[in-house]
């Protein structure tokens, strides 16, 4: 359950970086280490 709630939030304050920061969120949610970014801070299975 931490690992879900530790993505959730990831995800979260990715999108709002992008929102603040006006970014295109096409160059940032395709790029090849989005699940890297997404899974940082979640414990190994």
Not at 15 to 30: A, E, S, V
Request: proline share 7%.
């Amino acid at each position: 359950m931490a690992s879900y709630k530790r993505r959730e939030f990831n995800r979260h304050i990715l999108y709002t970086f992008i929102d603040k920061l006006d970014l295109d969120p096409n160059l940032i949610l395709n790029h090849p280490n989005l699940p890297s970014v997404l899974s940082y801070g979640t414990l190994a299975a």
